[in-house]
């Protein structure tokens, strides 16, 4: 079968919630793919471990059990992970580590409530035996904050430059009411700035990008969850999906900018072609033809399908598009799934003997968690430009 799920990890009692996974090649030819596993609580700042599973046939079937990779390691979780092979060998894995604020004294606020009192921080570490063991994690920034960065984000450029996007939201003084009974906003900016980080010696040492991108709506909204990709020309495009509830609907796309120079200054954001609801999405290159291959929630209305319920987050259907132009035209739009009921998101983009390898959350109905349940898809490359 050329469309198949080959893996699916529900909830469970006392493991609500797996999500955010990547995928990477072992020296022994294995497929390593790693995932945040949470304990009882669902919440992304619910206690959380990175789990492993592994498959031998190049993603048709994997291991059925799972092992730890690493422990929680920050005071509330460790959760999204990239994971990358590097040009001189080495692996790389990418993770947040979220912990209490050390001026937070009192620790009982409830789970949604956390952002205003956790740093977010990536914490990057590598393994020289070709995943048998990883080494001592570093942190990427010496700023401390609230960073998002998304799993399966981290690329190597051409010139080995490792680059890392990130969303740093800024804790803030709640607003002043705009009308009788309007809800205040909390003290979590949901408009972050797009920021990237580098490293030209391999991750020892780690910069921030000398210009940075910022847009916030009239509601308090803005851009968030940014992703790159490096172009045949050499620039990088940054793309990151649009906060909620747009005054004008201009935001209910994935917005974008492009560096020139390596990632050290970007271009304005502007809106993109790519119409979506508030949740990311995913490009990576087809490594058999060269092509850019762009997963994400397409609400241009170009599938018929079902009105999406609110249970489903907004984040359905979930399309795949190829463009031979490097994104200035988008053809073969596929439908991948189209539930109405459930969300399917945080995608991560893999290629195996020629096949896609898609891991994505798909919660939803039974639950009305989107991000609760992890589903793994593989689909030949070949049906994705039919």
């Excluded at 980080?197 to 780690?206: I, L, N, P």
Aim: proline share 4%; net charge positive; with cysteine.
């Amino acid at each position: 079968m050329s469309n198949k799920v080959v893996l699916e990890l529900p909830p469970r009692a006392g493991n609500a919630r797996n999500s955010e996974g990547a995928f990477v090649t072992l020296d022994d030819g294995r497929l390593l793919f790693a995932y945040t596993k949470y304990g009882a609580d669902a919440q992304d700042a619910g206690h959380a471990h990175i789990a492993a599973r592994y498959s031998s046939d190049a993603g048709r079937t994997w291991s059925a059990s799972d092992k730890v990779l690493v422990k929680q390691e920050g005071s509330l979780n460790v959760m999204s992970v990239s994971l990358l092979r590097l040009h001189d060998g080495r692996i790389a894995m990418l993770t947040l580590r979220k912990d209490w604020a050390p001026w937070v004294k009192k620790r009982g606020a409830q789970a949604e409530e956390l952002h205003n009192e956790a740093l977010c921080m990536p914490w990057v570490r590598f393994s020289e035996d070709g995943g048998k063991t990883f080494g001592k994690p570093a942190c990427i920034t010496v700023v401390p904050g609230y960073y998002v960065v998304n799993n399966d984000r981290m690329i190597q450029l051409s010139t080995g430059r490792l680059i890392v996007p990130a969303a740093l939201h800024r804790s803030r003084m709640k607003s002043r009411l705009r009308k009788p009974g309007e809800k205040q906003h909390g003290s979590f900016a949901q408009a972050a700035l797009i920021t990237f980080f580098f490293s030209d010696d391999g991750g020892a040492t780690w910069f921030e990008s000398l210009t940075d991108y910022y847009e916030c709506f009239p509601n308090g909204q803005g851009l968030q969850e940014p992703g790159v990709i490096e172009m045949k020309d050499g620039r990088i495009w940054s793309w990151c999906r649009a906060g909620a509830f747009g005054i004008d609907g201009s935001n209910g796309r994935q917005w974008q900018s492009f560096s020139g120079d390596g990632g050290v200054t970007w271009s304005e954001v502007q809106p993109s072609q790519f119409v979506s609801p508030c949740s990311p999405m995913s490009v990576k290159r087809i490594p058999s033809t060269g092509h850019l291959l762009a997963v994400w929630n397409d609400h241009s209305g170009r599938f018929k399908t079902h009105k999406a319920k609110p249970i489903s987050w907004g984040r359905t259907p979930l399309v795949s598009a190829i463009s031979r132009d490097e994104g200035k035209t988008w053809k073969h739009h596929k439908l991948l799934e189209s539930s109405p009921e459930h969300g399917f998101c945080y995608a991560a983009i893999y290629f195996a003997d020629d096949a896609l390898l898609l891991a994505y959350c798909s919660g939803g109905k039974t639950t009305k968690m989107v991000l609760d349940r992890l589903r793994m898809r593989r689909i030949d490359v070949k049906d994705l430009y039919m």
